[in-house]
């Protein structure tokens, strides 16, 4: 149990575009779910804290127009990288806290190069 | 907010022998401390996970300590194989948000066979 999957894996786009990642529970109601960053070779970054059916809490520094976040149900959460630039070439990975419990399980991650 | 320092950043040892690898926390109000390995260009697994009000948990070859006096937690391997290879996150979780997790720099451990 406790399985959380993202889609895509990977995605190549041009500059200027915008490219939408799904993250779901396949297995587990998730109230709360995370978005993370990650670049080579070193540690996760909370981006938000995506709660289903209200609005996504943003950390200090992370664009919420630029990163566009829905939680519309207790096992899907969203991310829209929107108007993506090289610079927001990177991992993406989320993960879903059970609800009522205390562990987050974590997706495989999206792999995103902006051309 | 909270601030997790892990060590070492690279850790290579010889199969068969014992790995350890230390964390620690600022806020004595964390209560809870995963441990996640990630594999290359996949997502961290959890592995090992302890609450605050335990001191040691096991898990087969895995076994985490946790000693909240000193606010230090670590994460011990035995018999280690070369699949081991990967590298490891320890996390503390802090309150009062209770969703917010706070990760260790990471440890990239090296099996060799």
């Known amino acids: 149990g406790a399985v959380v999957s993202q889609h895509p894996s990977w995605v190549i786009c041009k500059s200027g575009t915008s490219v939408k990642i799904e993250c779901r529970s396949l297995?587990?109601?998730?109230?709360?779910m995370f978005w993370y960053r990650q670049f080579p070779k070193q540690s996760l970054m909370l981006m938000a804290t995506s709660n289903e059916g209200s609005k996504a809490t943003y950390e200090q520094g992370v664009e919420k127009d630029k990163f566009l976040i829905n939680h519309a149900s207790l096992t899907l959460s969203t991310l829209t990288v929107t108007s993506a630039h090289p610079e927001d070439s990177s991992f993406y990975i989320c993960?879903?806290?059970?609800?009522?419990?205390?562990?987050?399980?974590f997706g495989p991650g999206t792999r995103l190069t902006v051309l | 907010g909270e601030n997790v320092e892990q060590h070492p950043s690279t850790l290579s040892v010889q199969e068969g022998d014992s790995a350890v690898i230390k964390c620690t926390y600022s806020d004595s109000a964390s209560n809870y401390f995963p441990w996640y390995k990630q594999e290359l260009g996949k997502g961290p697994q959890l592995i090992i996970d302890i609450r605050s009000n335990v001191g040691e948990k096991k898990d087969q070859r895995i076994a985490v300590t946790l000693n909240k006096t000193a606010k230090h937690f670590s994460l011990h391997i035995t018999e280690t194989q070369p699949e081991d290879s990967a590298v490891y996150f320890c996390?503390?979780?802090?309150?009062?948000?209770?969703?917010?997790?706070?990760f260790g720099s990471g440890t990239k451990l090296n099996v060799k066979p």
């Open positions: 297995d587990f109601q998730a109230t709360t």
């Open positions: 996390a503390a979780r802090y309150p009062p948000n209770f969703n917010k997790f706070y």
């Open positions: 993960s879903a806290r059970r609800t009522s419990r205390n562990e987050q399980f």
